[in-house]
């Protein structure tokens, strides 16, 4: 059972951090043969990036519709990424059969997006949730009275007078 962190919390990283959105849409349905093996190519790299920490990877977590999936993931930097993505093995194998069996056919799509944050640059709440994305990646820590709205966790000088 997930345990569930009554009340509020925040997420804590020390320096930059990426967060990289990487995911699979299915275009055909009935092509099953086709995006089935790019779906199942994920759990082999996560495995690998979980076990090997020194990579740079910090933590991910899976989003589905009914059109495919999303995997959110956390890294330390952007070189650590676009290292594994170059030389991480279960990466390359991946990356040439979807080439290979895949390719230009539009029966399945990828997608991938990177976003640098800069030190302090992000902000998080959690409210009654067990610890789930930064927070996992990151520290998870209750929030204090002084970072009790976003613009106090983004340290921002002054309140907005609505």
């Not at 092509?31 to 190519?41: F, I």
């Not at 890294?75 to 990424?81: H, M, V």
């Not at 029966?107 to 610890?131: D, K």
Request: hydrophobic share 40%; proline share 3%; charged share 20%.
């Amino acid at each position: 059972m997930t345990r569930i962190f009554p009340g509020r919390y925040t997420a804590g990283i020390e320096g930059s951090f990426v967060v990289f959105l990487i995911g699979v849409r299915i275009n055909r349905i009935w092509a099953v043969h086709r995006w089935l093996p790019v779906t199942l190519a994920m759990s082999p790299m996560l495995q690998e990036l979980y076990t090997n920490k020194e990579l740079g990877f910090l933590h991910s977590s899976f989003h589905f519709s009914w059109r495919g999936i999303t995997v959110i993931q956390y890294w330390r930097s952007f070189e650590q990424l676009e290292h594994y993505a170059r030389h991480g093995g279960k990466h390359l194998k991946a990356w040439r059969n979807f080439n290979q069996k895949v390719g230009a056919s539009g029966s399945v799509g990828i997608y991938h997006e990177t976003y640098e944050v800069r030190a302090g640059g992000y902000e998080a709440m959690y409210n009654n949730m067990p610890q789930y994305g930064l927070a996992k990646a990151g520290r998870h820590q209750p929030i204090t009275a002084s970072k009790e709205t976003a613009r106090q966790r983004l340290e921002r000088e002054s309140e907005f007078n609505i």
